[in-house]
């Protein structure tokens, strides 16, 4: 059974920072990416940010990056996402993914093929 777990998320204000982490268990198959994506009341799930896991190479948003900034543990099976300069417009629930075809580059447009159960993330001051 494949799970992923987030933890992290939370309440900061706005210029502050989180680090939401993610670990992936019961992959049966080797993963080709993980990554983040978001959701705000009221509007689509987005994505923030993807990380290919042989390689690490990485894929932002225009609104996260230089913010955010992704990295994969490969010996924990795990993925943060370091978020500074929070803004108000950061607040969503944030879902960690696994893909298993898709490496980073291609993340965003296909999505993903596992999802956490997602994490609260709230900027507010």
């Known amino acids: 059974q494949v799970q992923l777990v987030e933890s992290g998320g939370g309440l900061a204000q706005p210029g502050g920072s989180l680090r939401l982490s993610c670990v992936a268990s019961?992959?049966?198959?080797?993963?080709?990416?993980m990554g983040w994506f978001r959701q705000a009341p009221g509007k689509e799930r987005e994505f923030v940010a993807a990380v290919s896991w042989n390689d690490g190479h990485t894929k932002y948003s225009d609104s996260v990056r230089g913010r955010f900034t992704i990295s994969r543990d490969k010996d924990e099976n795990t993925v943060h996402l370091e978020m500074s300069s929070l803004r108000r417009d950061d607040t969503a629930v944030y879902y960690c993914?696994?893909?298993?075809?898709?490496?980073?580059?291609?993340?965003?447009?296909?999505?993903?093929?596992?999802w956490g159960q997602g994490t609260q993330v709230t900027v507010s001051s």
């Open positions: 993914g696994a893909a298993l075809v898709m490496g980073a580059e291609m993340i965003p447009f296909y999505g993903m093929d596992y």
């Open positions: 019961g992959l049966s198959r080797s993963k080709k990416g």
